[in-house]
């Protein structure tokens, strides 16, 4: 799965729900327009169309998969994610101040956790910035893009495909320059 274009929503949709409804997974129920409407007022944000198709359609979270969208942590939404690609902040020999401070004004903004996965990696909706759309892994070492690149139907349609055995970093290719 990748990031599918809009022309393809609708149909991405009733693939997925066709496989909700054949594995029986209990959905949240749907969202309105109004509801939805209501949380991007309240954070000043507009959703990725992909993910509100989602919440209008399928339903707003799944037990153990993903947060129902009012439960989810959100980072500033209003402001926007500033990276593009991954970053180990492990790796980074900058001062611990500098890395810090590029945490909180690159990372933990414009993004909302969409499932915690325990030790420290979670999964996050980029909702601003140049990936908008994209789930991201966080892990308490850094942060990437899922390999390859997904977007919230493409994520949820994998999980769907393969359940927790889902392996999103399979394509994953870095250049050894990246880490000098």
Known sequence: MA???PKDYEKVINRIQEKVNALHINMGACLSEEAIAAFEACHKVQLPQA????LQKVGNGCEHVF???ESCPCQELAKPFMLD???LWEDDDREEELIEADMENKVYRGNIELADKGC???YHLIITGKCRGEVWNFA???VQP???????????ELWLDEGDEADYFKDYVYDE???E
């Open 67 to 69: 947060n129902e969208l």
């Open 120 to 122: 420290g990696m979670s």
């Open 140 to 142: 308490d070492v850094g």
């Open 85 to 87: 690609t991954f970053w």
């Open 51 to 54: 993910y509100r198709l989602f």
């Open 146 to 156: 899922c390999c390859e690149r997904q977007d919230f139907l493409g994520w949820f």
């Open 177 to 179: 320059a990246d880490f």
């Open 3 to 5: 990031i599918y274009d």
